[in-house]
């Protein structure tokens, strides 16, 4: 089952406009980690949060971490056309034995010029 | 540094047919995943090695489904006999060891996208 569920599954803003993206799982985590597709292409690494942190950044992006609500947000300063994407949440679970990244359906980014 | 190489990146195939996809890791990682990505389902771990052992293969569908990895820089997921839900894009990724306890980032391949007629 999955794991992290985005929130909204699609999202469509002008160029300059800020994004914001939200995760939500369901049990303890490790660390948790947002990742980037364009279309047609594999996923690419933007920036992991570890458990006991609560906000970093990257660039544009700024990621923040509440344990206590079970719950993160990416957010896309000043967005362009080129962060046009699915951006997807993945989280790594503790208690399983087995330790496995697992992702989110994502949301769809549309980044109108 | 090549990242992860997948072949081939599509493939159209009738039912029945037997399909194999193959993976080269990043050089000098210890892990390799393969996940299925569906519009349904979104991304599903089907498998992972660690040191070229599967460690964990709960997600692997059926048993027409199969992967091995030989070497540290070879992978195959095979499915023998396809069919047409089988259709998805699958992804191959690796990444360091690094701290147990803190798993790092994937370095995903660019996918093999399968067809099943």
């Known amino acids: 089952s999955q794991q992290g569920e985005e929130d909204p599954q699609a999202l469509s803003i002008q160029e300059g406009e800020n994004a914001t993206m939200n995760c939500s799982y369901k049990?303890?985590?490790?660390?948790l980690q947002w990742y980037r597709q364009n279309s047609g292409r594999g996923l690419v690494h933007l920036i992991l949060?570890?458990?006991?942190?609560r906000e970093k950044h990257s660039g544009r992006l700024r990621v923040t971490l509440d344990t206590s609500k079970k719950s993160s947000s990416l957010l896309i300063t000043a967005s362009r056309a080129a962060d046009t994407a699915s951006y997807f949440c993945?989280?790594?679970?503790?208690?399983?034995?087995?330790?496995?990244?697992?992702f989110g359906k994502g949301t769809k980014l549309s980044v109108i010029p | 540094d090549a990242g992860v190489i997948q072949s081939p990146r599509h493939e159209v195939t009738e039912m029945g047919q037997e399909v194999t996809l193959r993976c080269k890791p990043i050089?000098?990682?210890?892990?390799l995943f393969w996940y299925r990505q569906t519009m349904m389902r979104g991304l599903e771990l089907l498998i992972y090695?660690?040191?070229?052992?599967?460690?964990?293969d709960s997600g692997m569908p059926e048993d027409r489904f199969s992967a091995k990895m030989p070497n540290a820089s070879f992978s195959t997921l095979k499915i023998q006999p396809s069919e047409p839900r089988d259709s998805a894009v699958y992804f191959c990724?690796?990444?360091?060891?690094?701290?147990?306890?803190?798993?790092?980032?994937?370095?995903f391949g660019e996918g093999s996208r399968l067809t099943v007629l």
């Open positions: 990724a690796s990444r360091f060891r690094g701290p147990l306890e803190e798993p790092g980032e994937l370095f």
């Open positions: 049990t303890s985590i490790n660390n």
């Open positions: 949060i570890r458990s006991n942190e």
């Open positions: 993945a989280t790594y679970y503790t208690g399983a034995g087995s330790y496995q990244l697992t």
């Open positions: 050089s000098g990682h210890d892990y």
């Open positions: 090695f660690n040191n070229n052992v599967p460690i964990d």
